[in-house]
């Protein structure tokens, strides 16, 4: 067991320094880190914190790009973000490992081991001391136990997931060209095809999207370009839009259950449009090696299916040192966003329940929530540095947007933005949905480095297929 720095930390006047360590870095998580590292670390003067960022992975990317990086629209490796560089950037330290435990008594959490590729191991198992943690990682897909979905289904939750998934695809439409085409299995009752009505074929290649949710749905309307760009380029000679099936699976009467019923509407029309097929109030029951069944008896066939039916907070949090756990696993905090366990421990983003006020539900797991929180927090601890009174934190829901692709993008602006509630859609929309990953890259690294990313990504868009073709 290896520990990371003695007790206590002096700056270079000689006083002690507070230490925050943030596990997780994921929007919120590397928002504060950085935001706290520019404001306390150590290349202010004086230093009045050690901040550290503790991070599973070396690299981060927004999340909300994995559906992009799945269908091949958006290359991860001129996304990503090193921690350690940003680290040194801001002032802040980075340690990569996986939370494995908490000691609150002796203010120390517990990292996993890190191994490489081969199994061997890079980093021992350490631990940490903190003053304040915050806790910010996320949460992870939730199978509800359905039968074979976790062995048979890809869950877009990392990188390494999404690209396994861009590759499949590609692999299965370069096979599916030399394949004949599949007939569509006549039901009980149905009459049988004729000279006049000639016998109507199934898509060579069909996608199974489980969950009619903002992943689900994004990717849905994503893959249907990448197949329109694959055809184009000549990766394979199959018709893009009857050739590719794309059928989306949803267990409510409706796609997008957590946004305005219009919002809804609007956005299923525009995938009808795109040739996506809607299966609503269907149940998934079992995921198989080449099909999806339903509770209701159907049978989908499927050469890959993805799972965008959930998520869930991550297991670890239910075994940290008696704090305290919703029915979904999420840590429950105050409106300080502190636990109820301990003052000490604070919780951001995904895996924090946090009551927001005037509704009966608690603020919801979007990237915008989280990065309120992060701004929240870094106001907070300036309370807490001069040993004030925390504020209190108030979600405001400044409306949620959908892209569907190049094609448009759909949603609802809330009170914050307009004053009122009104449906968007369109090449509008399109441009409010940039502008939210945007707006966290200017949080990550300021305006002016934001602007020339833009350009330099615009650049590249210009110089390079729209579609990653290998």
């Known amino acids: 067991m290896h520990r990371t720095r003695p007790l206590p930390v002096l700056n270079r006047k000689g006083k002690s320094m507070h230490r925050i360590i943030i596990v997780g870095g994921g929007a919120g998580g590397l928002e504060l880190a950085t935001r706290l590292g520019n404001r306390y670390g150590e290349r202010t003067r004086p230093a009045r914190a050690v901040v550290t960022l503790v991070d599973r992975n070396p690299t981060h990317i927004w999340k ?122 006549e039901a009980a009752g149905d009459a049988p095809a004729s000279a006049e009505s000639p016998a109507v074929t199934e898509p060579r290649i069909q996608v199974a999207i489980v969950g009619g949710g903002a992943t689900g749905v994004e990717l849905s309307a994503e893959l249907r370009n990448t197949a329109q760009v694959l055809s ?75 799972w965008a039916a959930g998520i869930k907070a991550p297991a670890v949090l239910s075994h940290l040192d008696g704090l305290a756990v919703n029915k979904l696993g999420q840590l429950e905090v105050r409106r300080t966003l502190q636990t109820f366990t301990d003052d000490n421990i604070f919780a951001l983003g995904d895996c924090a329940a946090c009551t927001w006020p005037g509704n009966e539900r608690n603020v919801p797991p979007r990237a915008q929530a989280a990065h309120q929180q992060a701004s929240f927090l870094l106001k907070a601890f300036a309370s807490r540095l001069d040993g004030r009174p925390l504020p209190e934190f108030t979600y405001r829901d400044f409306g949620s947007l959908v892209s569907l692709g190049h094609f448009s993008a759909v949603g609802n602006l809330m ?32 305006y002016p480095r934001m602007i020339l990313d833009t350009v330099a990504h615009w650049l590249r868009r210009t110089t390079l297929p729209r579609v990653k073709l290998h």
């Open 64 to 185: 909300p790009l994995l559906h992009e990086v799945a269908a091949g629209s958006m290359d991860p490796f001129t996304q990503e973000l090193e921690y350690a560089a940003q680290a040194r950037w801001h002032g802040f330290e980075f340690q990569q490992g996986e939370l494995a435990g908490l000691d609150r008594a002796a203010k120390r959490i517990t990292l996993a081991p890190v191994n490489d590729s081969d199994g061997e191991e890079l980093l021992p198992q350490r631990t940490l001391d903190y003053d304040t943690l915050v806790i910010a990682i996320g949460s992870t897909t939730h199978f509800f136990g359905v039968d074979g979905a976790q062995q048979n289904a890809i869950a877009l939750d990392t990188v390494a997931e999404a690209e396994r998934f861009r590759k499949r695809l590609i692999a299965a439409c370069m096979r599916a060209e030399h394949q004949s085409p599949v007939p569509v299995v």
């Open 415 to 446: 009170g914050g933005v307009i004053g009122g509630n009104m449906l968007v859609e369109g090449l509008f929309a399109r441009f409010m949905y940039m502008s939210l990953y945007r707006l966290h890259v200017a949080a990550l690294h300021g």
């Open 232 to 306: 184009a380029y000549g990766l394979h000679k199959l018709d893009p839009r009857h050739d590719v099936g794309i059928v989306l699976i949803e267990s409510g009467p409706r796609i997008l259950p957590a946004l305005q019923e219009r919002v809804s509407s609007s956005t299923a029309e525009l995938l009808g449009k795109l040739g996506v097929k809607l299966m609503l109030s269907e149940r998934v029951i079992e995921v198989a090696p080449g099909v999806v069944r339903t509770a209701s008896g159907k049978a989908v066939r499927a050469d890959l299916t993805v």
